[in-house]
């Protein structure tokens, strides 16, 4: 579950880390008053307007501006607050239909009051899987793209892994202040910020911290000026306080239909749509489907309890998706009988109507002699098989028809 910069502020701050102030507006009058309730505590008129929405990026998309004096951020608040925002990380891309913006966040301007003296870094955590341990990467290089950075300055990006089971050692947030080139007070308070953040990181069950910029102002203050925060759905129920911050609003309506339906659910850009029951089924059933010359359109896990309602949700979850051009339906019948499944996708084909799109069924397990025979003599337009590469076959095949 991502949440809003802002948010992850929040966030951040509960936790003691150095953050931008700023407060999150829904209105060009509310963005007024914003400005006027900062510009008591600064030293400066200019303040920053941030559009709101789940993607990076958002100032190559005009999404982020300086305000100099109340009157202009009138302006730039009525421009910003309803546009359809692009970036390179919106649905599509810079040619995509971009992302609405309802939201925007005035922030103090923290470069000031010398601009030259101010230094940009960046620093995120994550979980390295291969390494099974957390990792802080980081760089001298802030405000950019990291990818480009490591990818041409390789050098220029470090990276320090942490035991989960140890936590963050008190040397190794030393040994990243002084990596990134820092002495005196800052190098003090950056160490302290990488404690804060990775408490944060760790307390709040994130998958992802990113901080970029993380800002040494000219006062040797070190802030997190923008933060992107990811953190395990899984972990949701311990925090009822954070999955209340869910915005449905940024995230995929197939998604969310998903959820509310019960369905582990992840869209991909294939070709064949997926219907399995466990997530290691899935797993081979997408890699049979690319070993068949296709590719997967979907991660879709109707669960052990697979009745009727269920399969038909899911079928229609799939159907959503246009580049579909099959269907696959891979069950085995443990917990769950094969010919429940299989009357299931029958009630469903004939309830959704006017499918035009192949689909395969294998169906092992429990009366899965059973279903096979609902299945051939249902009179639909239904393939069924019963070893895995027969399903692979057809698969193909289909397939073929489109090229």
Same mark, same amino acid.
């Given at each position: ?131 099974? *341990? ?43 202040? #002084? ?21 944060? #990181? ?58 509310? #339906? ?99 069924? *294998? ?41």
């Amino acid at each position: 579950m991502n949440l809003h910069e802002y948010q992850g502020k929040e966030l951040l701050k509960s936790y003691g880390v150095a953050i931008q102030r700023g407060i999150v507006v829904t209105s060009v009058a509310e963005a007024k008053q914003a400005y006027l309730d900062l510009k008591k505590s600064t030293r400066t008129n200019f303040t920053v307007i941030k559009a709101q929405i789940h993607a990076g990026g958002r100032g190559k998309g005009g999404g982020v501006k300086l305000a100099k004096d109340d009157q202009q951020l009138e302006e730039i608040a009525g421009k910003i607050l309803g546009m359809m925002l692009k970036t390179p990380q919106t649905p599509g891309g810079m040619e995509g239909p971009g992302k609405l913006v309802k939201k925007i966040l005035i922030a103090e301007d923290v470069y000031a009051p010398d601009f030259d003296a101010c230094k940009e870094y960046y620093i995120s955590i994550l979980t390295d899987r291969e390494t099974q *341990r957390n990792v802080i990467i980081y760089s001298t290089e802030g405000g950019m793209d990291i990818e480009a950075v490591a990818e041409h300055t390789p050098h220029l990006v470090h990276k320090e892994y942490v035991d989960p089971a140890q936590g963050l050692m008190a040397f190794q947030s030393r040994k990243i202040a #002084f990596n990134l080139g820092l002495s005196g007070p800052a190098f003090k308070e950056m160490s302290k910020f990488v404690t804060s953040l990775y408490k944060a #990181f760790v307390g709040s069950d994130a998958t992802l911290f990113e901080i970029n910029p993380c800002l040494k102002t000219s006062e040797d203050h070190i802030l997190a000026v923008d933060c992107k925060v990811s953190l395990d759905e899984n972990a949701l129920y311990r925090h009822p306080d954070l999955e209340a911050m869910r915005d449905i609003d940024e995230e995929d309506p197939t998604d969310v239909e998903a959820k509310n #339906f019960g369905l582990n659910y992840v869209n991909l850009d294939g070709n064949v749509g997926c219907m399995v029951n466990g997530a290691g089924l899935a797993m081979a059933t997408m890699d049979i489907i690319k070993l068949s010359g296709g590719e997967p359109a979907n991660f879709l896990d109707v669960g052990g309890t697979a009745d009727a309602d269920r399969v038909e949700k899911a079928f229609r979850i799939i159907l959503k998706d246009p580049k579909v051009k099959a269907i696959l339906i891979n069950i085995f019948g443990g917990i769950v009988r094969c010919d429940r499944v299989a009357n299931g996708v029958v009630q469903a084909y004939n309830n959704i109507g006017n499918i035009h799109i192949p689909i395969i069924v *294998r169906l092992q397990g429990t009366n899965a002699d059973i279903a096979k025979k609902i299945i051939d003599e249902s009179g639909l337009s239904v393939r069924s098989a019963i070893e895995l590469g027969e399903a692979a076959a057809i698969v193909s095949e289909v397939l073929k028809q489109w090229d």
